[in-house]
């Protein structure tokens, strides 16, 4: 959460604020860092692997909807390499 591109993976996507109406069209299972967090501090993940899925999940929506390409999924595959 502390790399200097994470602030994009740190929250829900707000599809407002963001203007992409389509979002959930696209990405079925939401979720970010701040709701993983959310989830190990209130002991909700029996195993390491649920976890760790959760993190795959925040990286895998973010190349989905926004390409491996785009400034956006550039970033998060700079966290996901830090990870």
Known sequence: MKHAHAWILNEPVDIVKLSIP????I???PMDFGT???KLSNNK???MQEFLADIQLVFDNCLLY????SQTGIMCKQVRDEF
Request: charged content about 35%.
């Open 22 to 25: 389509d979002y959930f069209d």
């Open 27 to 29: 990405i079925k299972s």
């Open 36 to 38: 993983a967090k959310g």
């Open 45 to 47: 993940y029996l195993r």
């Open 66 to 69: 926004n390409g491996e390409n």
